[in-house]
């Protein structure tokens, strides 16, 4: 179901962790012994649910570690240009995209879509 996995308590981990895995292996007809917190977002419960569920390791977005547990994962598609994935691979992109040009030149080119959507 994707949830936040922040705003989940221990338990409720724990059940979207294995109900996930459950329909996974369903779907794929293999075993599933990897996680990836959906939009990357985990706490310390979550991270003691996917090692308490049995997982071998966990992937972020963005933030994580060279831990198993908090795997940084980058999203690359085939649209990107080398340097972009270079940057991504770096653990760079994100913090690129946080500084005040970009972020503006961002906040610009969704309001530009947004009224062209309009139209």
């Known amino acids: 179901s994707h949830p936040d996995m922040t705003s989940l308590d221990y338990k409720q981990c724990r059940a979207e962790i294995e109900g996930s895995r459950r329909q996974l292996e369903t779907i794929v007809g293999s075993p599933v012994d990897t996680f990836a917190y959906p939009f990357g977002l985990y706490g310390a419960e979550t991270v003691r649910a996917v090692q308490d569920a049995g997982m071998r390791a966990a992937v972020t977005t963005g933030s994580g570690l060279w831990d198993r547990w908090q795997l940084t994962r ?7 240009p080398y340097a972009i994935v270079a940057l991504k ?3 760079g992109y994100a913090p690129l995209l946080r500084t005040p040009p970009l972020r503006a030149a961002r906040a610009m080119s969704l309001s530009a879509r947004r009224v062209l959507r309009e139209r």
């Open 74 to 80: 980058a999203m690359v598609s085939n649209g990107d």
């Open 89 to 91: 691979m770096l653990d």
